[in-house]
């Protein structure tokens, strides 16, 4: 028997099978949403739980600001941060550029990583009216559950109380009398009065006063500025 397929069997044969594709597909499609929708409410459950989460971010971005604002103040300072220090663009041709100025950069990476206790920090965020004029209709229109990071994305300016790590003093004032970092040794004298004074009283063994006792108040690294700053609950 010969047989000769018609047009009309085509045309149904092609409708049932691009039928079938499509509602695959939307079998599919249904699964993919309905994990992605459990993956953003799995994410917005930790958000909530889980204090440390906006306060890392926070803490990430003052960090590289206090950075920005350190390097910007020193006339001399010839170090900046950011630095690529590697060629190429796929894995096959990718290098390490390997020269002083990656060891410079290194150096001044450790020093600005390790001469400031970050994790102690604490800060407190001045309201929108002190950034940028033309982005006060956004910074206030801003909302979040977490009043703390709302009060982080509203703000227009922040202050920031860091603590030198105990055995930086020396090398701290020397990079913010110079612009230049100061990795042991010998101090270098430096043509500053109020710098060498500082440095003094620093190093200078004090007796006891003699006479009545008396009371002062001295700043400590646990002094809160403004609740959950850090992760505590405070009133």
């Given at each position: 028997?010969?047989?000769?397929?018609?047009?009309?069997?085509?045309?149904q044969?092609?409708?049932?099978?691009?039928?079938?594709?499509?509602?695959?597909y939307?079998?599919?499609?249904?699964?993919?949403?309905?994990?992605?929708?459990?993956?953003e409410?799995?994410?917005?459950?930790?958000?909530?739980?889980?204090?440390?989460?906006?306060?890392?971010?926070?803490?990430?971005?003052?960090?590289?600001?206090?950075?920005?604002?350190?390097?910007?103040?020193?006339?001399?300072?010839?170090?900046?941060?950011?630095?690529?220090?590697?060629?190429?663009?796929?894995?096959?041709?990718y290098?390490?550029?390997?020269?002083?100025?990656?060891?410079?950069?290194?150096?001044?990476?450790?020093?600005?990583e390790?001469?400031?206790?970050?994790?102690?920090?604490?800060?407190?965020?001045?309201?929108?009216?002190?950034?940028?004029?033309?982005?006060?209709?956004?910074?206030?229109?801003?909302?979040?559950?977490?009043?703390?990071?709302?009060?982080?994305?509203?703000?227009?300016?922040?202050?920031?109380?860091?603590?030198?790590?105990?055995?930086?003093?020396?090398?701290?004032?020397h990079?913010?009398?110079?612009?230049?970092?100061?990795?042991?040794?010998?101090?270098?004298?430096?043509?500053?009065?109020?710098?060498?004074?500082?440095?003094?009283?620093?190093?200078?063994?004090?007796g006891?006063?003699?006479?009545?006792?008396?009371?002062?108040?001295?700043?400590?690294?646990?002094?809160?500025?403004?609740?959950?700053?850090?992760?505590?609950?405070?009133?």
């Amino acid at each position: 028997i010969t047989c000769e397929r018609t047009i009309e069997a085509l045309t149904q044969w092609r409708l049932d099978t691009y039928n079938a594709i499509i509602l695959a597909y939307e079998d599919r499609l249904a699964e993919y949403n309905a994990k992605v929708a459990e993956q953003e409410e799995k994410e917005a459950t930790l958000k909530e739980t889980n204090p440390n989460f906006y306060r890392e971010i926070e803490q990430t971005v003052l960090r590289k600001n206090c950075i920005s604002y350190m390097i910007d103040q020193m006339p001399t300072a010839t170090n900046t941060f950011g630095k690529k220090m590697y060629s190429g663009t796929t894995m096959n041709d990718y290098k390490v550029d390997v020269t002083q100025q990656l060891d410079t950069y290194k150096s001044f990476v450790t020093f600005m990583e390790q001469a400031f206790e970050w994790n102690i920090m604490s800060y407190k965020f001045y309201p929108y009216y002190w950034g940028n004029r033309e982005e006060w209709s956004t910074l206030y229109n801003y909302e979040n559950d977490d009043p703390l990071f709302r009060a982080f994305m509203q703000s227009g300016m922040a202050r920031v109380v860091l603590t030198v790590r105990p055995g930086f003093e020396d090398a701290v004032l020397h990079y913010m009398a110079t612009g230049n970092i100061w990795n042991g040794g010998q101090l270098p004298a430096i043509e500053d009065a109020m710098y060498l004074s500082i440095l003094d009283e620093l190093t200078e063994t004090k007796g006891l006063p003699e006479g009545k006792a008396w009371k002062t108040r001295v700043p400590t690294s646990l002094t809160i500025l403004q609740a959950e700053s850090i992760g505590l609950e405070v009133d």
